[in-house]
């Protein structure tokens, strides 16, 4: 944000450009966890403990970005961010004190059934949000919240490919909507934005894991927590309209590009340093 204004693009693009360098690919992260065998590790449970509070943090962000894009009262903007809390205070008191009788209410023996109810729900969630000025986004996830143990798996399981599919149909677009010009342009503003946001992700990785034993731990947090993914291109998706001062949609599309690419490499370079250690 403080680049943004540095930069003279304006308060508004200071404040998406916040939340595009803030969150990490919850998508992205969990893929690379997965590939490198940390799933059921320690590590892996900080990681997804920042994950959630980060994704939960846009529960009054987006909210408040999207009165501003659509230029409404500061009045108007209070009242969104308000719903959006008290929707999300809602949410986590029933994830927490009654997802078991919500899980139960749903049969995994029958996943046709289960993913139908799953999916409707979420939409549902996600259509009374937007109505309610709430990010779509964040009450979905929120519906996930309320999911645990056998049904968690199974829907899981079930919706990974219409995930991915959804992911490629959302890149796509976004790619159609950069031209190439405009990527050259940014490159340096994305590199300076790169270099802060690589080294903030790595900052919390610091946090989140000093006090385990394996005093390079914090490398490997940071590195699976650099991805910026999904969440970024919706925030670039709907300010980028509005901001005229920088081609916010180029900036993100670098961002997310090369934020992805460092966190693999650092995890795949981890990884070749562990294995000739064992040999």
Avoid: C, H
């Amino acid at each position: 944000a403080a680049l943004a204004l540095l930069f003279g693009w304006g308060p508004l693009a200071a404040l998406a450009l916040g939340g595009i360098s803030y969150v990490s690919s919850s998508g992205i992260t969990s893929e690379l966890i997965r590939e490198s065998g940390w799933r059921r590790s320690e590590l892996s449970r900080r990681i997804v403990t920042i994950l959630v509070f980060e994704d939960l943090a846009l529960a009054p962000y987006l909210p408040l970005l999207t009165s501003l894009v659509l230029g409404l009262s500061a009045v108007a903007g209070l009242i969104s961010v308000s719903i959006a809390l008290i929707i999300t205070g809602i949410i986590l008191i029933i994830s927490y004190r009654g997802k078991a009788q919500w899980s139960r209410i749903l049969n995994p023996d029958v996943p046709s059934a289960l993913l139908l109810t799953v999916f409707g729900s979420a939409l549902l969630a996600a259509g009374v949000a937007d109505l309610a000025g709430f990010s779509g986004a964040v009450a979905a996830f929120l519906v996930g919240l309320l999911l645990t143990g056998e049904v968690a798996n199974t829907v899981r399981g079930r919706l990974g490919s219409l995930r991915d599919l959804f992911a490629a149909i959302f890149f796509l677009f976004f790619g159609l909507s950069t031209n190439f010009s405009d990527l050259v342009e940014v490159f340096p503003a994305v590199a300076v934005l790169v270099v802060f946001g690589v080294a903030g992700k790595f900052a919390v990785g610091w946090w989140i894991a000093k006090d385990m034993n394996d005093k390079s731990m914090w490398v490997r947090a940071g590195a699976f927590l650099t991805p910026r993914g999904e969440f970024s291109m919706v925030i670039a998706a709907l300010a980028g309209p509005v901001v005229l001062s920088v081609s916010l949609q180029a900036i993100t599309l670098s961002y997310v590009f090369l934020t992805a690419i460092i966190g693999s490499l650092v995890i795949r370079f981890i990884r070749s340093g562990f294995d000739r250690e064992s040999k």
